[in-house]
């Protein structure tokens, strides 16, 4: 992996630490309330301790390899569980930010977890072809999909609202925000995808490097 890409990585999983530990502290002080439950907060406790070892696991596995000078065979596998993971716990977050039921947040919870079979089936199989990461890159996009939609749903009932509806107010412009950071993810997550299929159709070999450089802008956009 070339230097630049082994900077890049490493500005990912230090950004993704970093963030992971400060939503770890804001949810921390929350106090229980009726509509609050004992497993939803257990989830969301796990989810951002899986963060924090994934992004540390991504620093160590980085380091090893600017001091070997030979990847570490589970990067990948890190690389992949992190973008996963990122995406359906942003979804979740978005969904408990704009008053989603229980159920809804569960879903996107669950739509991370059933996605860690084709991880591990990806890293088993190193010969695994693009098509293959071009379909698990798609499944990466459903989540900020889904986050879009909700935030541009919620935005058009905001609207509808009349009166209480002001194009300035703090909410109005955090939805607009989630609606472009969304919409960014999503494109760059499924031209990726769509790069990796028609390099499978046309039975085309790229480099090492623009191969993980794909993987690294979506990592970026993801986090």
């Not at 889904?146 to 009932?157: F, P, R, W, Y």
Request: aromatic share 10%; glycine share 4%; charged share 15%.
């Amino acid at each position: 992996m070339a230097l630049v890409l082994h900077i890049g990585f490493l500005l990912c999983f230090s950004g993704g630490l970093l963030l992971s530990i400060a939503l770890a502290y804001h949810d921390a002080p929350r106090k229980s309330t009726r509509h609050d439950y004992f497993w939803g907060r257990a989830i969301t406790a796990l989810s951002d301790i899986c963060q924090v070892g994934l992004s540390v696991a991504g620093i160590v596995a980085i380091v090893i390899a600017r001091i070997t000078k030979t990847e570490p065979y589970w990067l990948d596998a890190v690389i992949l569980c992190t973008l996963q993971l990122f995406a359906g716990t942003t979804l979740a977050r978005t969904l408990i930010h704009m008053s989603f039921s229980h159920w809804a947040v569960g879903l996107a919870y669950l739509y991370t977890v059933l996605t860690v079979p084709d991880i591990a089936s990806y890293i088993k199989d190193k010969n695994t072809c693009f098509a293959y990461e071009s379909a698990m890159l798609s499944r990466v996009a459903i989540a900020p999909f889904t986050s879009l939609i909700a935030s541009h749903s919620v935005l058009e009932k905001h609207k509808a609202s009349g009166s209480q509806y002001n194009r300035e107010s703090k909410f109005v412009r955090l939805l607009v925000v989630f609606i472009v950071v969304n919409a960014v993810a999503a494109l760059c997550q499924m031209s990726g995808a769509v790069i990796l299929y028609s390099l499978s159709l046309a039975n085309k070999e790229i480099s090492t490097n623009l191969h993980q450089g794909i993987f690294l802008l979506v990592a970026a956009v993801t986090k």
